[in-house]
């Protein structure tokens, strides 16, 4: 399935990206012609998702084809869809890394070669509204981050939205050392950019010998109307276990 250029080049996807990253977006339409288009340029659907509603399925199917853009680039030849692992992860082929992310009409896909990045999240989230976010909060962030949305002059529903994402695309890139879901109150944002633009997650508790308590991991953002994309990006050398001294 081709990737126009102008989907390409979406303002949701990330500029400036280190080389060894490569990314893909698609703009889809939740309707039967859509679905058709996807699976003809060799999407396949897994048996699972026989009796899913319509969305679903082309969300799937979306997703999967940014995802095989995103390995084509890097000189994949690979041509099977990727298949849903433990918790709905997709399972990324030997030799790489890379996340897929879908919403409000848009698929978005980054893969990169294991040597090179040690895990990658995406996620797309559309804004919530004011009366969405507020009984959200004691679940998404403490006291401290609200305070950080607030004195960076960002709205309740905009920073809560940032952060439920944030810390999607943190659960992304760690799920492969960690195995298990996590709370959101695991990981707190210990910092935001002046452009907001960036914020840093530090792990309120250790959830794996790579993945310690202390951990910092930077965070890019980016906005487009209703939408926020996030992106994490871990070198190897962030997931070294820890070594205890003494």
């Not at 659960?171 to 709370?183: E, H, M, T």
Request: charged share 15%; glycine share 8%; net charge neutral.
């Amino acid at each position: 399935m081709s990737i126009s250029a102008a989907q390409a080049a979406s303002p949701l996807l990330f500029s400036d990206l280190p080389a060894t990253i490569r990314q893909a977006g698609l703009h889809y339409l939740v309707n039967p012609g859509q679905l058709a288009l996807l699976e003809q340029g060799g999407i396949v659907l897994p048996p699972g998702l026989a009796n899913a509603v319509l969305k679903r399925k082309v969300e799937f199917a979306a997703g999967r084809c940014c995802a095989m853009q995103a390995l084509q680039a890097l000189g994949y030849g690979g041509r099977e869809t990727l298949p849903i692992g433990q918790h709905r992860a997709p399972l990324w082929p030997e030799g790489f890394v890379g996340s897929i992310s879908h919403g409000d009409g848009q698929a978005l896909a980054v893969a990169a070669a294991s040597r090179d990045w040690g895990g990658i999240g995406i996620d797309i989230e559309r804004l919530l509204d004011h009366d969405a976010a507020q009984p959200l909060v004691p679940y998404l962030m403490t006291p401290a981050e609200l305070t950080i949305g607030s004195a960076a002059g960002m709205s309740l529903e905009r920073w809560l939205t940032v952060v439920f994402s944030a810390k999607e695309s943190l659960f992304k890139a760690l799920y492969p050392y960690v195995g298990r879901y996590f709370d959101f109150l695991d990981a707190e944002v210990c910092a935001l950019q002046p452009a907001h633009d960036a914020l840093t997650l530090q792990l309120a508790t250790t959830l794996s010998p790579q993945c310690s308590k202390g951990s910092r991991y930077p965070i890019r953002v980016n906005y487009l109307n209703n939408n926020i994309v996030t992106l994490c990006l871990l070198p190897p050398s962030s997931l070294a276990p820890a070594t205890v001294s003494g």
